[in-house]
């Protein structure tokens, strides 16, 4: 037979394009449309409603920058329509771009009661089937008139559309045809079957005979459609292809579980309120899908997207609860928001799984066992536990298919955290979170399924996502041929607990990963927004310190615990982890608004903080210092108050020959040189130099910064190719008992302080950048003499090693990557520290030191990527590293709270305050003091093994607590079923721990 093949899909394409798809509305009629538009804020939709609009025709502009409009929208069916499906279908201006990146609406009865949401994939509205003729519409849609902010086609382009102030108010869109319309099933469905063969006979090999079947099938359908009359034929086509619709699935053919989804970014390019908005007309379509649809399944993640609609739009919530209980609109996840899982500190990871499950089972009565983020930039090796520790054994990502540098071996495997926790974990091969259903993609899952002949299952997260928008019935529809169809996987539509369940059952020996999930791109998000990171940081270390002292007023005397306001507080900080705000990668309203929400956080939690303190310390003269932090200092117990001891302050700085100053306590003699670099760090007692010879530490560096593409998000390795190091001093003085350094690059400015205070081996160093550089990246180096093959990173519950060569293309691609407060890295009995308080991307490196080789520690200060906000990091920035030379493992881990829990200086009446809980033993750390979040005055206390090793720890306990009736608990402090009794003495409890675990300890009162 002749070879027709390119001939009879060019055909199938055109005929599709222009004469089928066109025929699924035979019938139009246009409705009347009115608008009323705000460029403010949103406003209620009660006032929305009642606003007065005035008529727009088709092709008006409509719509500045983040404006609402309200369009009113009218019409009757006509009556020869009676016996047809009617539907309107409403394009408000959409444009070429995916769902959720441009205008979208949400239609609304006149009563208030919503429809359904409209974008441009999903802009149908049912009006009746079968008509009678004459129904009435009267409709009103909440529209948004989001810009788009990748306009133009080049993306990664400085826009101006982030923000609010500078987006203008020129309209973003052109009102659409806007019509009631007869809906031709029959045409539809023709649709659907030619689109899933055409799209599977793409995929088949040229030489497979499946492939020609479905051809010279799709070839007779087309000659069975009449081009004048498709309505009238479509059917004898579907006929045609009955046959080879009807061909079943071969039996190894791999098998996908659909699950319904609709990614929705928190905040990302567009604000927070949008989000709201967002998720309320994605969650109406899907529970008006779900009504049509009754195979369809469909998850949502992120309790706080939840919390959203039942705050601010309660009949979609009516109607979200009901679906969910029939267990088709399934919660999945168990988390607050899909956070960044690298940069949250230990209990703010923790509080993720808290407040996502508690709501999940308060509001719905479930158990949540899967995590669920699919987007998130990268997983610390510290994560395992905590989901383990919150009651979930499952994690889902497709993000590691991002990776540019190396291909991820696995999608079904068991990933291992630094305690030895272990997550069943499934990775897509569908390799997205916004799975179409198309053949393209049901066959790429299919062929780069990496566990093919000992697994045979993947999960598909379906629908449009990002900004929003789910699953559409064309998708469902497609799903349905897909269900079990020659030459393609199976497809079944599955909640996310069934289909791991399966996968589970079904391997049962899946390899194993160890350690960190690192992500081999967007290694910048660590840095980019510096003060978003200053602001979770910080928030983090005064939520520790608003716990504790509250529950330490609570229990000595009896002063109320600020449940709710710590409950509310947390939400916040928890929603700002979310993987665009506090990886910086949103655009400029989002990053101003997180600016001024961690200041009011942080008055908020400093007016908590105070005013425990201040009922625990009554009025008087006495002068107390409340201690933070897990360890005791200058005489002070962790977690308690006394008088300071021991002598304190600063060295005072003395001039050094040569020029410069020493800083010298008789512990550690610091040189800083006439250029304010310190050339030495002189450990006295060990007789070892802490600098690398010929090197200086201390040292600036400002690199290019211009990534190929997502500039908010990447840092290429080329970037190092080239370097200057800021060794130009602009003057140089002693402040106090600091060394003041202040030097001049660029158009940006930076004074650094460094002294040595008395007792310790440390050297402080706080720097002040006024920065006002634009694609640049700004580090801080610390030459060290120290061979060291691996290093420490301090992540959630302990440290993660990582090599400091490259070896591998593995290791080669980690040139960026995170740490909590500190890094550390020793040769045996001598180490150093590097410790921050609000940095958290570095980079370690090797170099040559004559004979051996030395080790570099660089932290990340600031960068100025441009998209999406043009005017990143601009301005002033503190940060305070120390490096303290000499270092154990616990010293790093002490240094590192201490940077991050500065000491509180009180007036008051009493002599100390004894702490709550005490640990004496060095490598117990206490994580968390709080009360029970249920209110019963329990305390609860959270202890980790922080050094690596075993450890028997004795907590000992405050007077007050039933210390024989204490019980381990899961993160919920709910008891953990088979937990050890605790061996408990005299107001003790005696724990075994292991390397890195974290038990939370739950104590009643007597
Ligand atoms: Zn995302």
Not at 7 to 15: H, P
Not at 244 to 257: D, K, Q, W, Y
Not at 583 to 610: K, N, Q
Not at 621 to 636: C, E, I, K, M, Y
Request: charged letters at 25%; aromatic letters at 8%; one cysteine or more.
């Amino acid at each position: 037979m002749h070879d027709d093949r390119v001939l009879v899909e060019a055909r199938l394409e055109r005929v599709l394009r222009e004469r089928i798809r066109p025929a699924v509305y035979p019938l139009t009629a246009p409705l009347d449309v009115e608008i009323w538009s705000t460029a403010g804020e949103p406003v209620p939709v009660a006032e929305g409603l009642a606003a007065p609009t005035l008529p727009i025709a088709e092709g008006t502009p409509w719509g500045a920058p983040w404006g609402t409009s309200w369009f009113k929208v009218c019409g009757a069916v006509p009556a020869e329509w009676a016996g047809r499906t009617v539907e309107a279908v409403l394009d408000l201006g959409f444009t070429p771009r995916t769902p959720g990146f441009q205008c979208e609406g949400l239609v609304y009865r006149p009563d208030g009661t919503p429809v359904k949401g409209l974008h441009p994939r999903n802009s149908y509205v049912r009006v009746a089937s079968p008509a009678l003729g004459g129904e009435q519409v009267h409709w009103r849609v909440e529209a948004s008139s989001n810009p788009d902010l990748d306009g133009g086609g080049v993306p990664f382009q400085p826009t101006q559309m982030g923000e609010r102030a500078t987006a203008g108010d020129a309209p973003q869109y052109v009102l659409g045809p806007m019509r009631l319309a007869v809906f031709d099933e029959t045409v539809w469905n023709l649709v659907m079957d030619l689109e899933v063969l055409g799209e599977l006979m793409a995929e088949l090999a040229v030489d497979a005979a499946r492939r020609w079947e479905i051809l010279r099938a799709v070839g007779r359908a087309l000659d069975a459609v009449d081009l004048q009359d498709v309505n009238g034929t479509a059917q004898a086509a579907r006929d045609e292809l009955a046959g080879v619709l009807a061909a079943p699935a071969v039996p190894a053919a791999h098998r996908i579980s659909a699950v319904g989804h609709a990614h929705i970014d928190s905040a990302w390019l567009w604000p927070l309120r949008e989000t709201v908005r967002k998720v309320a007309r994605t969650a109406s379509n899907m529970t008006a899908l779900l009504e049509e649809e009754p195979e369809f399944v469909f998850a949502m993640s992120q309790a706080q997207q939840f919390a959203w609609i039942k705050e601010h739009r309660p009949e979609v919530w009516a109607r979200v609860k009901e679906a969910v209980a029939d267990g088709r609109f399934v919660p999945v996840g168990g988390m607050w928001v899909e956070s960044d899982t690298n940069m949250p500190g230990s209990e703010a990871m923790a509080r993720q799984f808290v407040h996502g499950k508690r709501f999940f089972l308060e509001e719905f009565g479930l158990e949540s066992e899967e995590a669920w983020l699919p987007d998130t930039f990268g997983f610390a090796a510290g994560v395992p536990q905590i989901i383990r520790a919150a009651g979930v054994r499952r994690l889902l990502t497709q993000k590691i298919s991002w990776s540019r540098t190396n291909s991820f071996p696995h999608h079904t495997f068991l990933w291992e955290g630094i305690d030895g926790s272990r997550i069943f974990t499934h990775f897509p091969p569908v390799d997205s979170y916004n799975c179409e259903m198309r053949g393209r993609q049901i066959a790429h899952a299919d062929r780069n399924f990496k566990e093919k002949g000992a697994a045979t299952r993947s999960l598909a997260p379906t629908g449009f996502g990002d900004g929003g928008g789910g699953t559409t019935r064309e998708m469902v529809a497609k799903a349905a041929r897909l269900r079990s169809l020659e030459g393609s996987a199976t497809v079944q539509w599955e909640a996310p607990a069934e289909f791991f369940a399966k996968a589970e059952a079904e391997y049962a020996c899946p390899p194993v990963w160890v350690g960190e999930l690192y992500l081999e791109l967007h290694r910048a998000t660590l840095t980019s927004q510096a003060q978003t990171k200053r602001g979770n940081r910080s928030s983090e270390s005064l939520l520790r310190e608003a716990e504790l002292w509250a529950a330490t007023a609570a229990v000595r005397v009896a002063a109320p615990y600020p449940y709710a306001e710590l409950d509310r507080i947390w939400k916040t900080v928890l929603l700002h982890q979310f993987h665009d705000i506090l990886p910086g990668s949103s655009i400029a309203w989002v990053h101003r608004e997180a600016r001024e929400t961690y200041r009011r956080v942080g008055e908020e939690l400093e007016g908590i903080i105070a005013g425990a303190q201040r009922a625990l310390a009554g009025e008087g003269s006495t002068q107390l210092v409340f201690n933070g932090a897990p360890h005791d200092r200058s005489g002070v117990p962790a977690g308690g108050a006394a008088p300071e001891a021991g002598p304190g302050g600063l060295v005072a700085p003395v001039p050094r020959e040569g020029g410069g100053y020493v800083l010298d306590n008789g512990l550690l003699r610091v040189e800083i040189d006439d250029r304010g670099l310190v050339v030495s760090t002189y450990d006295i007692g060990a007789g070892r130099e802490a600098v690398a010879p010929g090197q200086a530490a201390n040292l600036l560096q400002l690199h290019p910064d211009f990534p190929n593409q997502w500039d908010a998000w990447d840092v290429d390795a080329f970037y190092r190719n080239t370097s200057s190091d800021l060794v130009e001093v602009a003057g140089m003085e002693v402040a106090g008992s600091s060394v003041r350094v202040e030097r001049v690059f660029g158009a940006s400015r930076v004074v650094q302080l460094l002294s040595v205070p008395w007792g310790v081996k440390r050297l402080d160093i706080d720097t002040e950048v006024d920065w006002h550089e634009r694609e640049r990246f700004l580090k801080l180096a610390f030459p060290l003499d120290v061979k060291a093959d691996r290093y420490a990173s301090e992540t959630q519950f302990g440290h993660v090693y990582r090599p400091t060569h490259q070896n591998t293309s593995w290791e080669w691609a980690k040139f960026e990557a995170c740490n909590h407060r500190f890094v550390y890295m020793d040769e045996p009995g001598w180490g150093v520290a590097v410790v921050n308080d609000a940095t958290y991307g570095h980079d370690v490196t090797r170099s040559v030191r004559g004979a051996g080789t030395t080790t570099t520690v660089r932290a990340s200060l600031l960068r100025a990527p441009r998209y999406p906000d043009p005017e990143t990091d601009q301005g002033v920035h503190r940060f305070r590293h120390a490096l303290v030379p000499g270092a154990t493992v616990d010293d790093a881990v002490r240094e590192g709270y201490r940077a991050n829990l500065p000491e509180r200086r009180v007036t008051g009446a009493v002599a100390a305050v004894e702490p709550l809980a005490t640990v004496r033993e060095e490598a117990a750390v206490v994580s968390a003091v709080k009360l029970a979040d249920d209110r019963s005055g329990d305390l609860v206390v959270r202890i980790y093994e922080a050094h690596g090793g075993r450890t028997r720890a004795t907590v000992s306990v405050a007077d007050g607590f039933a210390v024989d009736r204490a019980v381990l608990t899961d993160l919920l402090e709910r008891p953990l079923a088979g937990a050890d009794p605790l061996a408990t003495g005299q107001g003790t409890v005696r724990l075994a721990l292991r390397p890195f675990q974290m038990v939370t300890l739950r104590i009643p009162r007597t």
